[in-house]
């Protein structure tokens, strides 16, 4: 979490570049357009929200649980602006959000990054347990 500039999407690609080299499932990009391309390694999936409609927490959880469904091999998931991806930046919704996305996470063992362009600290407590 961090103010535009701050070098949130650059330690995504280099996470993303990782996951790629070491993981030995599946990598999925969610991003909320196509600015990231050809920065992305071919190798890991890249999805662009916006084909796709995403605008709530809930219709995201879906999108998340269908992928998993439809590939039990992902290991890793990450999501780039969460709030540009959800069209809102209600902190309550957003720690309801991480904590679920927790819980799946431990449940099926993928390892999720997200990040969300937005002053840390306006992040909640509840939302603060989750960064890195």
Partial sequence: MGLKGSGKTKRLVELVKKAVAEDKGSVYVIEKDRSLTYEIPYEARLIFASDY??????F??????????????VS????????KLVGTKDTAETEKF????????????IFFFITISEDVSNATEGMKKYFE
């Fill in 53 to 58: 409609s995403i605008g709530t927490f809930e």
């Fill in 98 to 109: 991480l904590d679920w996305l927790s819980a799946f996470s431990e449940k099926e063992n």
């Fill in 60 to 73: 995201l959880k879906g999108f998340i649980s269908g992928l998993h469904a439809g590939n039990y091999d």
């Fill in 76 to 83: 890793t998931i990450f999501i780039d602006s969460l709030y």
